[in-house]
């Protein structure tokens, strides 16, 4: 420690009180943070603020730096100025700042000027510094920075007793700033595993470990924070509403509402009315103003379910909304700014009906900025197990909280088994085994699964092309899976058989 001119005597108790109530409330708001950049700001400004310094800083370890160690927070200086006091002498080595890193102790002029070892030092005299405290941050036994504070109007600003205060507040720092670092390290590795998770499981209670649905799932997250419109197509029980709810829940408008319209339900008035609203006495039991379920959904997400069903004159309507972000209550004649993201979704193929005439190719366009096409199950077989499983731990509960799980040929008869009804199918289908199996584990019989080999004249709404694929395959199973002899059972070429079969193979996709 450098000499000290001591110009006041030791403090009376009273002062002493102080500095450690002092002490302890600055402990008490260092530990509560708990990200290390700005825990580092409180520090200095409470230490500026405690000892009634004019500039600070905090000079601590960093890998990155080509010294070790790098300016982290500062206060009241300019860049050169930093320089100077940073990088006093060659490579700093005359600087207070690397006097107190070497040798562990802290600093303390009273008047600078007059200071042996740094009263002639460049920044002392050009930048003309009155009095300096500077203490060690340590921790355990490592050096892991300096906590700086200086005057350049007034010399004896610090004196002899503002050190063991400033130590000990130091100390405390050191703790606090290690803890922060860690909890951030925490925070990162969190995140980090968070995303990994998602990647992989998709996204909260939605089952996909099949590249298809990881692609979807990517696409997902790509969408997630942007307000372009999506149009999720596929078959009936993909799940376009559970991703329709997870782009709006894990996006940036999860604080607004979610309101989903199924457009096939009501009669064209009644749903542009619904929609959009209505001013009272538009028509007869219109009591009063109405809110649509736009304005509803202000800030938020409107999912159109079965979009397809718009009549033209709620596609020319919603078309606007698209366009201009405005809306006009049934009966108004003003329009109304909304601010809305649109999911849609629709089993039927658009583009036919476009080609029908049915549905506006422009709308079209606006609403299928991102097109997710969610796959049937059956192009999906890995994800049959994992599905089966997370459905059965839903309903294995209560009486029903002794089932463990599948028999392996349950399991198989899950994947092999073609489910036109996709995931919702697959979920009633474990429903209902849940409730009717007797043992420990879901046999084949409890999941009643349709036998797709069985007489097909029952079912009078079969399309022809699956007729003919059951009758085929019955056919090929009768015969033992000779082609010859099926093909001529059935009258067509072995060409036709195997062309056939390829198809369908290709149609139930990669296992
Ligand atoms: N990947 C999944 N993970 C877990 N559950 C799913 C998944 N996909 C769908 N489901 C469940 O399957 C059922 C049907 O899903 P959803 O209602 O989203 O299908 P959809 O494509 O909208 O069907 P539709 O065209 O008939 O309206 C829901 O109960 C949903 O929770
Ligand atoms: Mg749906």
Redesign the pocket.
């Known amino acids: 420690m450098s000499e000290i001119t001591e110009q006041r005597t030791a403090q009376p108790d009273g002062d002493l009180l102080t500095a450690l109530n002092a002490l302890s409330e600055i402990a008490a708001t260092i530990n509560s943070g708990r990200y290390p950049q700005r825990l580092l700001e409180t520090v200095l400004e409470t230490a500026m603020r405690t000892l009634d310094a004019e500039r600070g800083f905090i000079f601590l370890e960093d890998d990155e730096a080509e010294i070790g160690f790098a300016v982290k927070a500062q206060q009241n200086f300019t860049q050169d100025e930093l320089d100077g006091v940073v990088k006093e002498g060659a490579e700093g080595s005359g600087s207070v700042v690397r006097s107190v890193l070497a040798s562990g102790e802290p600093v303390l002029l009273y008047e600078a000027s007059a200071d042996e070892r740094f009263g002639s030092t460049q920044s002392v005299v050009l930048q003309h510094i009155q009095s300096i405290a500077a203490v060690p941050l340590r921790l355990k036994a490592r050096q892991i920075g300096v906590i700086y504070l200086d005057s350049v109007s007034r010399r004896g600003r610090f004196t002899r007793q503002s050190l063991p205060f400033l130590q000990a507040f130091a100390n405390q720092a050191a703790v606090a700033l290690e803890n922060a670092t860690f909890v951030q390290s925490l925070r990162n590795e969190n995140r980090r595993l968070r995303t990994e998770v998602q990647r992989v499981h998709?996204f909260d209670?939605?089952?996909?470990q099949s590249a298809r649905?990881r692609e979807v799932f990517e696409t997902v997250n790509r969408v997630l924070d942007t307000d372009a419109s999506v149009l999720l197509g596929?078959?009936?029980?993909?799940?376009?509403?559970?991703?329709a709810r997870a782009i709006h829940y894990n996006g940036h408008r999860r604080e607004k509402a979610f309101v989903a319209i199924f457009c096939g339900a009501l009669p064209d008035d009644l749903l542009e009315s619904e929609l959009f609203g209505h001013k009272k006495g538009s028509f007869t039991g219109a009591v009063a103003d109405k809110k649509g379920l736009f304005d509803v959904a202000d800030g938020g997400t409107v999912f159109l379910?079965?979009v397809a069903d718009l009549s033209p004159k709620l596609q020319t309507a919603l078309l606007r909304v698209l366009q201009e972000g405005e809306i006009k209550r049934v009966g108004d004649t003003q329009m109304r700014k909304v601010d809305v993201r649109i999911i849609s979704?629709s089993?039927k193929d658009l583009k036919a009906e476009i080609d029908e005439r049915a549905f506006r190719e422009d709308l079209f366009y606006r609403l299928n900025t991102i097109d997710i096409v969610?796959p049937p199950l059956r192009h999906r077989r890995d994800?049959i197990p994992l599905?089966a499983a997370?459905f059965l731990d839903q309903f294995a509960t209560g009486t029903r909280a002794h089932l463990r799980g599948f028999t392996s040929e349950a399991l198989d008869a899950l994947r092999q088994y073609r489910w036109p009804g996709?995931?919702?199918e697959l979920?009633n289908a474990i429903e209902r085994a849940a409730v009717m199996a007797r043992g420990d584990l879901i046999d084949t019989a409890d999941l009643r699964l349709p036998d797709e080999g069985a007489d097909t004249s029952l079912d009078p709404d079969l399309p022809m092309r699956e007729v003919e694929r059951r009758h085929v395959l019955r056919s090929l199973e009768h015969h033992e899976g000779n082609i010859s002899e099926t093909a001529r059972a059935l009258g067509v070429s072995r060409r036709w058989l195997h062309y056939r079969l390829k198809e369908w193979n290709e149609e139930d996709g990669p296992d």
Do not use: P, Y
Not at 234 to 243: A, C, D, L
């Open positions: 998709g209670g939605i089952i996909g649905m596929g078959e009936s029980g993909t799940g376009k509403e559970v991703i379910d079965e979704a089993n969610l994800d599905l997370h996709n995931v919702r979920e």
